[in-house]
């Protein structure tokens, strides 16, 4: 029986297939490599095409015994979404319409999904548990919840069993350091801070110092890739064993404030990593941190990464020896 990973050219979906790879499970990656890298899929089959098309998963279900889905794919830029929120709405709202169609036609009915800290929008208190309030303050936010209901209302009209893991801040990279993060354009902060010890860019602008924390920046929680790798193979685990669906956060439950995470990648990377402060990027919350209680509790989530200097010095790794990310060989020419 094979696992079903959409997404698996990504960042996130790529160090969840080594995970499940190293865990003995039958990888079966898809993925329109529009965002991802055919470098970074480590699975042995790889299916170079869209979640949309409707023939193509006909084709790999009656092809492949595929017993669950990991459903990466998706468009995921906070920023993006505000601009054009029907392509968010298209790749991941309708996408997932079409997958879930095409699962319950073929009586696949288990499916890990990945979700996000925005379903949560402003939070009202901190930490944020899954059963507070979710008013997302964008369209990517929204779209995730909305696939999140629709696996509601599947689950009860047609049985499907899912998991949804709503990730904060994803850093970090594989320690083995052969997969890690290459996003075109980047917008994340860690891999950016990264790019400005490299020298490959100027500065880092700080989106906003006048926010209520601290120091003024904003904080987040961000948690380690393998981290999340190590709660989508217990989720399916978990499904396996209990049938029983879900939704919990993912985060180290610590919040750090952009100027903490520069000042220890500055430490880190011995470079002084200059900054300069910009206006606030619309949508950003002054402060997300989860609780991932019911993770720990009832997936058995034992996050090892947990804290910022492994997260900080395992991207340094790979930044280092990918200044330009999986092009690099071919950068050299
Ligand atoms: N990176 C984060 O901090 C973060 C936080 C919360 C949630 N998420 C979610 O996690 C998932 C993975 O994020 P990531 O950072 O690895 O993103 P990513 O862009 O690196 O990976 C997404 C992958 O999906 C592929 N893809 C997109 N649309 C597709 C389609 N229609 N058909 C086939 N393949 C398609 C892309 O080519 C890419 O390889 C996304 O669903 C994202 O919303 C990410
Ligand atoms: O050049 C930069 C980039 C980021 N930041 C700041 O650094 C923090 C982290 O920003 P990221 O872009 O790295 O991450 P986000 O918190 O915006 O977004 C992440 O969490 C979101 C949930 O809130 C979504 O899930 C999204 O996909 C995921 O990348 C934010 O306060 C942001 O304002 C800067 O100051 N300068």
Do not use: C, W
């Given at each position: 029986m094979a696992i079903l990973v959409t997404g698996g050219a990504g960042y996130i979906g790529s160090h969840t297939v080594s995970e499940l790879l190293d865990h003995g499970e039958e990888v079966i990656v898809l993925?329109?490599?529009?965002?991802?890298?055919?470098?970074?899929?480590?699975?042995?089959?790889?299916?170079?095409?869209?979640?949309?098309?409707?023939?193509?998963?006909?084709?790999?279900?009656?092809?492949?015994?595929?017993?669950?889905?990991?459903?990466?794919?998706?468009?995921?830029?906070?920023?993006?979404?505000?601009?054009?929120?029907?392509?968010?709405y298209d790749n991941n709202v309708a996408a997932a319409q079409i997958?879930?169609?095409?699962?319950?036609?073929?009586?696949?009915?288990?499916?890990?999904?990945s979700s996000t800290a925005a379903t949560y929008g402003e939070p009202r208190q901190i930490p944020i548990q899954e059963t507070d309030a979710t008013e997302p303050t964008n369209a990517y936010g929204e779209t995730k919840l909305a696939i999140e209901k629709m696996m509601k209302w599947c689950e009860q009209a047609y049985g499907l069993r899912f998991i949804s893991l709503r990730y904060f801040n994803a850093a970090g990279a594989h320690p083995d350091g052969h997969i890690g993060e290459d996003h075109d354009p980047e917008t994340h902060l860690i891999p950016i801070v990264l790019q400005v010890a490299?020298?490959?860019?100027?500065?880092l602008s700080i989106f906003g110092d006048d926010y209520p924390t601290e120091d003024g920046t904003c904080i987040r929680d961000y948690v380690h890739v393998m981290d999340l790798a190590q709660a989508?193979?217990?989720?399916?685990?978990?499904?396996?064993?209990?049938?029983?669906?879900?939704?919990?956060?993912?985060?180290?439950?610590?919040g750090f404030s952009v100027k903490q995470v520069v000042e220890r990648a500055r430490e880190i990377?011995?470079?002084?990593?200059?900054?300069?402060?910009?206006?606030?990027?619309?949508?950003d919350p002054a402060v997300l941190i989860a609780s991932s209680q019911k993770a720990r509790e009832e997936l058995g989530w034992r996050p090892q990464f947990e804290d910022l200097d492994t997260i900080i010095t395992t991207a340094w790794a790979w930044h280092r020896s990918h200044p330009n990310g999986y092009r690099k060989e071919e950068m050299r020419g």
């Open positions: 993925d329109n490599l529009e965002k991802g890298h055919r470098e970074a899929v480590l699975a042995q089959t790889f299916i170079h095409g869209d979640v949309r098309d409707r023939e193509l998963l006909d084709q790999i279900f009656r092809r492949y015994d595929v017993e669950a889905v990991v459903h990466f794919a998706a468009y995921s830029l906070v920023g993006d979404s505000m601009k054009d929120p029907l392509a968010y997958l879930l169609t095409k699962m319950i036609e073929h009586g696949v009915k288990r499916i890990v999904f490299l020298g490959q860019r100027e500065a989508h193979r217990l989720a399916l685990e978990k499904l396996r064993e209990t049938g029983k669906s879900g939704i919990y956060n993912l985060g180290s439950g610590t990377t011995g470079h002084p990593i200059p900054t300069r402060v910009a206006p606030h990027r619309p949508g």
